[in-house]
């Protein structure tokens, strides 16, 4: 890699993102107790590609030095991990558990000696069961809870860790546990998901709000998957359907978190179905007073709708899609492996929206990834997975981010998802993302990928 056509700046993050319950593994062990995911695994396995469960992940607990010292080796100045509050705080409330508290800091610290700063997040899809049982996001218990657990966070690492998240995705386990049922406690009942979405809000801006106390130096955010609502068509209807979508599923949390309110065409939808959640009245100054100073930007796949074919029964209960349909659109790029739509151009699209809608926010995109089942017929004689089509894919979006950036945009950095191969919830290992192979069936045993290897040429070039 010698001519670089693409060019970004000084001090860009170069990294990969990830997660405790994703990688750690040691699920039963150094004083942890379960998470949904535990719970889930254990009352319903066939839901888990293979009945692979979240017990061993990654053995990240066990193996952190060696993966560092790849990171370091695929390139990596930042890495994002989470701190599984079902293991510093194993009941939610109360006592910190000295052992998690050694691993973060010793994680946190052989980072640091690395030169790989660590970037931190706090939530993650992963629940404590003690705190679920009181009714999770439904709670405002559960909101203490996590506020206190933030808390704790920030003043056992804030003296080192300069990048907070308070939540990964937080739209997901509104979809996925009170919508669509893809996740624990898998209900369907939308007035149930408005209120996990609200609580969540409050949760977020009132960590945010003890971050910002505590004046420890460092900047906090939150990561969106941000996806990008595309038309099917120039046709007013079409374009309203786009409109609907996006403030359903982008603006619901990015709104709120960098302007500090939520948008009235939202609202009015929800209160002419009788949806709005109960709401303490000073949260509304919480959330106002409490933006963040970074986004963490996900994106992997855009949106595409269309106007309704079809009305819905008038006694159905209401579901974002009964104001408009999904639309396939004819001859799109797609990653086979994965079956899902390969769209570049949408990074630059919503790098634009933040810069033009909302005040320019120094972002950067803290996830973006292709996972490929199958991954090892890829292997070369050599051993290692010849992933060409990772490295195409990074190139593609990286091409559009450049541009964005070029044009304005304020991002700061790029996070691949993700380092290593890990263990992805229901799918368990099923689709690999990984810039690392882990062979979860000879003791977890890493080799790096062709994308690794080019990976880090990327970012010793700042470009390519």
């Not at 920030?154 to 003296?159: R, W, Y």
């Amino acid at each position: 890699m010698t001519n670089v056509q693409y060019k970004f700046p000084e001090g860009f993050w170069w990294g990969s993102a990830a997660s405790g319950p994703q990688t750690e593994g040691a699920a039963n062990e150094g004083g942890r107790k379960p998470s949904i995911w535990d719970h889930w695994f254990q009352i319903d396995p066939d839901r888990f590609h293979n009945g692979v469960g979240p017990e061993h992940t990654s053995n990240f607990y066990y193996q952190y030095q060696e993966d560092i010292q790849l990171m370091t080796e695929t390139g990596h100045n930042s890495f994002r991990t989470s701190i599984q509050w079902s293991r510093l705080i194993p009941d939610g409330v109360g006592e910190v558990n000295q052992e998690a508290v050694e691993f973060y800091s010793s994680v946190i610290d052989e980072m640091i000696a690395k030169g790989i700063e660590p970037f931190i997040n706090l939530f993650h899809f992963d629940m404590p069961l003690s705190m679920q049982e009181k009714g999770g996001w439904e709670n405002r218990e559960v909101v203490d809870a996590y506020v206190f657990f933030a808390k704790t966070c920030f003043e056992l690492f804030g003296d080192r860790v300069k990048y907070w998240f308070t939540f990964n995705e937080p739209i997901v386990p509104v979809e996925g546990g009170y919508l669509y049922d893809f996740h624990y406690p898998n209900i369907v009942d939308f007035k149930k998901a408005v209120q996990v979405a609200y609580h969540t809000v409050v949760a977020h801006a009132k960590a945010v709000e003890e971050y910002h106390a505590l004046d420890l130096g460092g900047k906090i955010g939150i990561i969106l998957n941000l996806t990008p609502s595309y038309p099917r068509s120039q046709n007013p209807a079409d374009v309203k359907a786009a409109y609907i979508a996006d403030l359903f599923f982008n603006r619901s949390f990015l709104d709120p978190v960098t302007k500090g309110e939520y948008p009235a065409d939202l609202v009015a939808i929800l209160r002419e179905r009788d949806l709005l959640p109960e709401i303490v009245q000073e949260d509304i100054e919480t959330i106002k007073n409490n933006i963040i100073d970074l986004l963490g930007v996900n994106y992997y796949q855009p949106r595409r709708v269309k106007a309704k074919e079809y009305m819905v029964h008038p006694d159905a209960p209401f579901m974002p899609e009964h104001l408009f349909d999904n639309y396939v659109m004819p001859n799109r790029k797609m990653n086979h492996h994965r079956g899902w739509e390969i769209c570049e151009r949408a990074i630059y699209d919503m790098a634009i929206n933040l810069r033009d809608n909302y005040n320019n926010i120094p972002f950067f995109i803290s996830e973006n990834g292709m996972g490929v089942e199958g991954e090892e017929k890829f292997r070369n004689d050599e051993g290692f997975i010849e992933d060409s089509y990772r490295i195409e894919f990074i190139q593609g979006h990286l091409k559009w981010l450049h541009k964005a950036m070029g044009e304005g945009a304020n991002c700061l950095g790029y996070h691949l998802w993700t380092f290593m191969d890990n263990w992805s919830w229901a799918n368990s290992y099923k689709n690999r993302y990984g810039l690392v192979e882990v062979d979860i069936h000879n003791d977890f045993k890493r080799t790096v990928k062709k994308s690794g290897k080019w990976y880090k040429e990327l970012a010793e070039n700042n470009g390519f």
